[in-house]
């Protein structure tokens, strides 16, 4: 805001004290957007939710589910996070994420949904368990999709009105 303050000075005076509509909307539209808002760790749950789920769609959508093609890595690019397979027994998961497999093995008889964990002071998790039904009618846990996003990507995300 202060690095604004001498623009706008500077734009009044080369306009001898007299803007535009416009150029008064457009100086409006600039100071909004640079206000500082405080937003809570719900609301910042629930982005993470709906940017997770609808980045995984997304996934879900594709023929191919292989997370190591080429259109995952411009979704990591685009939306500025990390996606892969968390699997059980893989030993470069974080305990979070470890725990997280654990629950999704032990529950895979019970209808299960999508998880968000926070990850350090400025990530989240994002986990969609991703199901195998068998011919015999059982579902099993397959692995999960893991989607790490940090916190700024998820606020950038927002539509704050």
């Given amino acids: 805001m202060k690095k604004l303050l001498p623009l706008l000075l ?3 005076f080369a306009c001898q004290g ?6 008064k909307k457009e100086m409006r539209e600039g100071m909004k957007a640079n206000q500082i808002v405080k937003i809570s760790d719900a609301e910042i749950t629930e982005a993470a939710y709906e940017y997770g789920r609808s980045i995984s769609e ?3 959508g594709q023929e191919s589910q292989n997370l190591n093609d080429d259109f995952t890595k411009k979704l990591q690019e685009e939306y500025h996070v990390k996606i892969y397979p968390l699997t059980s027994g893989d030993s470069l998961l974080l305990d979070i994420e ?3 497999i654990e629950a999704y093995t032990a529950a895979s008889d019970i209808e299960l949904t999508d998880n968000i964990q926070k990850i350090g002071n400025d990530s989240l998790l ?3 368990p991703v199901m195998e039904t068998r011919p015999d009618g059982s579902v099993t846990f397959q692995y999960a999709l893991g989607i790490r996003m940090p916190k700024k990507a998820v606020i950038l995300s927002m539509n704050r009105k």
């Fill in 98 to 100: 470890q725990q997280l």
């Fill in 126 to 128: 994002y986990t969609l």
């Fill in 18 to 23: 007299r803007l535009t509509d416009e150029q």
């Fill in 58 to 60: 997304k996934i879900k």
């Fill in 10 to 12: 500077l734009v009044i």
